[in-house]
């Protein structure tokens, strides 16, 4: 009934041979030229939801999509070797076999994206993780605020790529966007990517605390510009956190950054995402600004500790016709 | 399709929204309507009927009556019946049911939603959380009305009997805009859905009875326009209200011309859609898609003209392509779709047509890859760039997802294209830049203002049009008065007007000082400042009240009204301050007052002595009343509930053609143009036939009193040919008619050529305060312009 495929995806990103965005110098024009409504942003946020959804067999691919997109996290003061090993069992095998056979599932790779911990739990979480292609992704300078001395932050990175993490999420100094110091920010981000080297870089703007909509879109422009592989929205330790407006921002942000350089970059939204609804109005904001290319492990991530949880449960309905309990599932 | 296969494309699947509970209400009522008259569902007098069609689909949905002049002649009986009931309720009364009609609204919302995208092809999602909302909302906010009216619109009474024909775009919410404030003012209606899409008026009628609402308060009697030219007709209907193409419109226009029955259209739009170089280009994506494919395009404010700085064309055309390609049109009950199906078939090839024409005409048209369904009535979203704004495309509403893209170069051009229409119902203006946005809005001819936004609606602000996108407010306190009349016009008999007995040869009877003849005074036109003579060369005899000769003045002619509306439009007038205006209007006061003698003398050849001074002293008064107002008759801020600042700004109606009453030469001719001056309009006077010297005696007062130049013009002749001018002058917005003769007739037959607001005063007592001054007149003297401004950065 619905013939909208599209015969060629207008912004095609070949999954072949994707650069990694080397950076570019900074452009303070672009920067200062950024314009961002924010009554129309919201405006448009608020339809993403419902000018789309998925049902039955779509719903349950996408969600069953939603757990492979998933960098599944623990960022807690109490986290343990023993309680991380856990983690990575559920990251390896983050759904029921049952309901993935029920599903016609059992053959998909079905397993998170990555397992995002603090530097201390690198080394057992990639131990646990070991020939299963998962990768540990740390958080690092200083994170959540960022304000540790720089040196000790450069040196937090290096830490945890020698400690094996593929992926470090860096944060930002907050105060050089509020201050309007772009080449001071550009500085930071462009030396944490020289200290990740192979290393895949996240860039935390910490979208709760930049004020405006106009700074996250201008922050997202200069960490591009600097060379981040992803830009992300928060720490999830921020009082605001992932909103699909913010995120909107920079969904735009990464198409302009495309648009005038070529390089394409990737998108995490993390912090207060537990619902299985909220991932796929992720999800849907992906396909319909950045389109499908955009929906895979290399550039989109959910940053995310319980909403592995719903996801399962909603799966195991879709299965079953009945609404499931939490406890029938796994626990990390 | 298997999860796995999803799993690796994150296609979209079908979303529906299951349509077995509309079905079943069809199946209940044996998918065939009758009329709703008088409480009760009736079969139609002729026995026929007409079939509605889901237009995602292409089938028949179920048979509707078609009404005949019977079954609307009950309808009307039926309101007429109910009238005083209804009235008599009060507004506390009436509230209560309009508050149980909102809240049965919102308790089956759903089903009304469904049943509206079956019937109308419109997306579920647009119904749902667009659609019936609204409708919900402009009841619960009428409800108010009718609880305040006492206390808000004292002074006002019911219309009587409304009669109101409504479109197909958006069924439900069109009947909300016109029942909720009719029903509020105490009026009973008899309304006609289009007949592409009669079933939720229909549904509606059922809540009506299911709320108890006293039978004939709502009547709904369907059919196509034959019916609906029944309605306009009929001559027990005191109102119409219509809502629908210009063309239709006019010949309603045409039709009740003279019938002194109140009229309010809400007609079509070529609505332009400015965007700046500083605008958030990526939200105008967004905001063109909520401008022209909401509801396929079929909104009568659709933003269909996109007026870009030259400079971010390229940019823009780029990013709406890239967006266009990933909207999805299909299934209206599919909730992952962004276009439904076009209302039907006539009007697809009349979309299909105009896009040919467009491509014919040289434009550069672009539509996504992507093909639409072959069952059902469905139109790709359509582009056209390298549009000159001579092209049919650029000036014809074309009422489908089909918008035009033409650039600007200065913000003073985008000004002129954006009005460059026949049509002043919406424009969009995109900037970050406030001092551009709100320099830019009062600019525009349109009723409807959004800056960086776009189809924004509440039951709080006013909605309808400026030029041919018609007249009257539908929503807020403005669109109120639609719906009510001043309480005195029923019982206050015309003042009779003089008795003049007709020309009688005699020797003018002023005489000079001593033995010396007078000094002859000529009275002339007052075009642009000047005193001029008339074009035809000729001059008309004015008699006393005994028929004596006591002067002559200038017959003007078709040039001379010609020359005075340009003079009109040339004036430095409007851009005064409301204080420098006031400053004016006390002036003239003041000189009035110093002639005040001479002008005693003048009126005393028409009317009695005491009565002369009196006229004199009251026209000194009535010039401070409205010096006063000048700066006094504000704008308001509506409260709407969105984080936008919603200004109702009263802006003058234009170049104001003012036909001056007879009685009250002098009282009644100040009485006319002074609101009209008060508020920044420009005025073309055609004096009053008697005693048209008062008026020309009064342009010495003008010239003295710094009034600028094409302010207030005066002409002087024949009423009947000059009204004729006047009227039929496209370059006058408005149109006033005070004398009691069959001349209203004309004057609104006329009008509809450029849709002029004409305002059929009738005879009033202009010594009263209430009758011969105050709001009724501020009112028509200004337009209100909805200026929505969204905030937060």
């Known amino acids: 009934m619905i013939t909208t495929q599209a015969k060629a995806a207008p912004t095609g990103v070949g999954h072949v041979g994707l650069q990694r965005n080397p950076g570019f110098p900074l452009e303070l024009d672009w920067v200062r030229e950024i314009r961002v409504n924010r009554s129309a942003v919201e405006r448009r946020a608020a339809t993403i939801g419902t000018r789309r959804s998925v049902k039955k067999e779509w719903q349950a691919a996408w969600l069953l999509r939603a757990v492979t997109l998933m960098d599944l996290t623990t960022l807690s003061g109490d986290d343990t070797p023993g309680y991380v090993r856990r983690l990575c069992a559920k990251a390896m095998r983050p759904i029921r076999q049952d309901v993935l056979e029920a599903l016609g599932a059992r053959d998909l790779p079905i397993r998170t994206a990555a397992v995002c911990v603090y530097h201390q739990l690198v080394a057992p979480a990639v131990a646990a993780l070991r020939g299963s292609g998962i990768p540990v992704a740390a958080v690092s300078t200083g994170f959540p605020a960022g304000l540790s001395p720089f040196p000790q932050r450069i040196e937090e990175i290096r830490a945890s790529v020698d400690a094996g993490a593929e992926e470090i999420d860096v944060v930002v100094t907050r105060g050089h966007v509020l201050t309007g110091a772009w080449e001071a920010l550009y500085d930071e981000v462009r030396a944490f990517r020289e200290a990740c080297g192979a290393a895949h870089i996240k860039v935390i703007l910490g979208t709760g605390e930049l004020g405006t909509l106009r700074n996250v879109a201008r922050a997202s422009m200069v960490a591009m510009m600097a060379g981040a592989d992803f830009i992300k929205t928060s720490t999830g330790k921020e009082a605001v956190n992932a909103m699909l407006p913010t995120g909107l921002v920079m969904c735009r942000m990464i198409r302009e950054y495309r648009e005038r350089t070529g390089h394409i970059v990737g998108f995490k939204p993390a912090g207060g995402i537990r619902a299985a609804k909220q991932a796929l109005e992720w999800m849907l904001l992906m396909k319909d600004e950045l389109g499908t290319p955009w929906l895979t492990p290399r550039l989109f991530r959910f940053g995310a500790s319980s909403l592995l949880g719903d996801i399962e449960r909603q799966l195991e309905h879709h299965v079953t016709g009945r609404y499931s309990a939490g406890y029938r599932h796994p626990i990390a | ?793």
């Not at chain 2, 309808?75 to 506390?92: I, Y």
């Not at chain 2, 739009?269 to 396929?296: C, T």
């Not at chain 2, 669109?479 to 015309?494: A, D, I, M």
């Not at chain 2, 009565?611 to 009535?622: F, P, T, W």
């Open chain 2, 1 to 793: 399709m298997k999860v796995a296969d999803i799993f690796e494309s994150l296609d979209y699947g079908p979303a529906p929204e299951s349509a077995a509970p509309a079905n079943e209400w069809l199946d209940a009522h044996g998918r065939r309507f009758g009329v709703y008259v008088d409480g009760e569902w009736r079969d139609p007098e002729a026995g026929e009927y007409f079939e509605t069609v889901n237009p995602g689909t292409a089938r028949r949905l179920a048979d509707i009556a078609q009404a005949s002049a019977g079954d609307v002649d009950a309808a009307v009986r039926a309101a007429r019946r109910a009238l005083e009931g209804w009235t008599d309720l009060g507004g506390h009364g009436r509230a209560r049911y309009l508050y149980a009609i909102a809240r049965h609204i919102q308790k089956h919302a759903r089903a009304l939603a469904v049943l509206e995208s079956l019937d109308n092809g419109k997306p579920i999602r647009e119904s749902r959380d667009i659609d019936i909302p609204l409708v919900a909302r402009h009841f619960y906010h009428h409800a108010g009305w009718a609880q305040l009216m006492e206390t808000e619109l004292p002074g006002y009474e019911a219309v009587g009997v409304v009669g109101q024909i409504i479109p197909w775009n958006f069924p439900l919410l069109m009947l909300a805009w016109k029942i909720a404030p009719a029903l509020a003012m105490g009026n009973t209606v008899v309304l006609k859905p289009a007949e592409f899409t009669s079933l939720t008026a229909l549904r509606f009628a059922e809540l009506c009875a299911d709320v108890g609402l006293p039978k004939g308060v709502v009547n709904i009697v369907t059919g196509d326009g034959r019916t609906g030219e029944l309605i306009v007709q009929h001559p027990d209907v005191d109102k119409i209200a219509f809502t629908g193409s210009t063309d239709v419109g006019r010949i309603i226009r045409t039709a009740t011309a003279g019938s002194g029955r109140k009229l309010s259209l809400e007609l079509g739009g070529k609505s332009p859609f400015i965007v700046f170089d500083d605008a958030d280009l990526d939200s105008v994506v967004e905001g063109v898609v909520d401008a022209i494919w909401f509801n396929q395009g079929q909104v009568c404010c659709a933003g269909s003209r996109i007026l870009v700085h030259e400079g971010t064309a390229e940019r823009l055309t780029a990013k709406l392509r890239e967006r266009m390609e990933r909207l999805r049109v299909g299934d209206p009950l599919d909730k992952a779709v962004d276009i439904g199906a076009i209302v039907a078939p006539v009007q697809l090839e009349r979309i299909d047509s105009l896009v040919r024409q467009g491509v014919d005409e040289g434009a550069t048209m672009w539509q996504p890859s992507w093909s639409c369904p072959q069952e059902g009535y469905f139109f790709p979203p359509t582009l056209f760039t390298d549009v000159a704004p001579a092209a049919a495309i650029a000036q014809v509403e074309i009422f489908g997802p089909v918008v035009v893209l033409m650039t600007f170069r200065t913000h003073a051009e985008a000004v002129d294209l954006a009005n460059n229409t026949r049509y002043g119902l919406a424009a969009s203006v995109w900037t970050e830049n406030i001092n551009l946005a709100l320099d830019v809005a009062p600019k525009l001819k349109a009723g409807t203002v959004w800056i960086n936004s776009t189809n924004v609606f509440d039951a709080a602000s006013g909605f309808g049009g400026y030029r041919e996108s018609g007249f009257g407010r539908e929503g807020g306190k403005e669109g109120l008065y639609e719906y009510v009349k001043p309480s005195w016009q029923k019982r206050t008999k015309p003042p009779k007007a003089a008795g003049h007995t007709r020309v009688e040869r005699a020797t003018r009877v002023e005489r000079g000082a001593g033995a010396l003849p007078p000094i002859d005074r000529t009275a002339r036109l007052y075009i642009g400042g000047r005193q001029v003579r008339p074009d035809s060369g000729y001059s008309v005899a004015v008699h006393d009240r005994k028929g004596r000769p006591i002067a002559d003045v200038a017959r003007g002619n078709r040039k001379d009204v010609r020359n005075a509306v340009e003079a009109a439009h040339g004036s430095a007038w409007p851009k005064q301050t409301a204080h420098n205006r006031a400053q004016v209007l006390y002036y003239l006061a003041e000189n009035l007052a110093v002639r005040a003698d001479e002008l005693v003398a003048r009126l005393g050849h028409f009317v009695d002595g005491a009565d002369a001074e009196r006229e004199v002293r009251l026209a000194v008064e009535r010039l401070f009343f409205y010096a006063a107002y000048a700066d006094k008759w504000e704008s308001r801020v509506h409260a709407t509930p969105f984080r936008m600042i919603t200004l109702a700004m009263r802006e003058p109606v234009g170049v104001l053609g003012i036909v001056c009453p007879d009685e009250a030469p002098l009282l009644g001719f100040v009485s006319a143009i002074a609101p009209a001056l008060a508020l920044g309009n420009t005025v073309v006077a055609i004096a009053g036939e008697h005693a048209p010297v008062l008026a020309t005696d009064f342009y010495q007062v003008a010239d003295t009193s710094d009034l600028p130049p094409g302010a207030l013009n005066i002409i002087t002749g024949a009423r009947a040919e000059l009204v004729s001018h006047l009227a039929g002058h496209d370059d006058v917005e408005g149109l006033w008619y005070f004398p009691h003769d069959d001349g209203a007739a004309m004057v609104e037959r006329l009008a509809a050529g450029n849709m002029k607001r004409t305002w059929i005063a009738g005879p009033r007592a202009w010594s009263d305060p209430v009758q011969g001054a105050g709001e009724e007149f501020l009112r028509h003297a200004t337009e209100i312009k909805n200026i929505w401004v969204p905030y937060g950065e």
